[in-house]
Nanobody
């Protein structure tokens, strides 16, 4: 079992930046791929970014490519999502997830709200 806790969300103006953190506890963090998803009100949850267990490979959705950066620190059992040039349409609840591959997430955090004002 892996427990995930997101932090770093909040209110920011358009064009600003936030860094989300996902702290993991439980089974060995470094064995898992990590991903970030988001869900806006009335919309489905979408994959934004993912990173392999070693950090050697990453994936980004077109909507965030060039603005968001996923990273991880296996020594700290933490994954990050650096979000720059934020837009009002980035407003959503952001979730981190862990899984055996970047396409198979088994564990989820509770989410953190990000609100971007225009």
């Amino acid at each position: 079992q892996v427990q995930l806790v997101e932090s770093g969300g909040g209110l920011v103006q358009a064009g600003g930046s936030l860094r989300l953190s996902c702290a993991a506890s439980g089974r060995t963090f470094s064995k898992y791929a990590m991903s970030w998803f988001r869900q806006a009100p009335g919309k489905e949850r979408n994959l934004l970014a993912a990173i392999t267990w070693s950090g050697s490979n990453t994936y980004y959705a077109d909507s965030v490519k060039g603005r968001f950066t996923i990273s991880r620190d296996n020594g700290k059992n933490t994954a990050y999502l650096q979000m720059n040039s934020l837009k009002p349409e980035d407003t959503a609840v952001y979730y981190c997830a862990a899984g055996s591959t970047i396409w198979d997430m088994d564990y989820w955090g509770q989410g953190t709200q990000v609100t971007v004002s225009s």
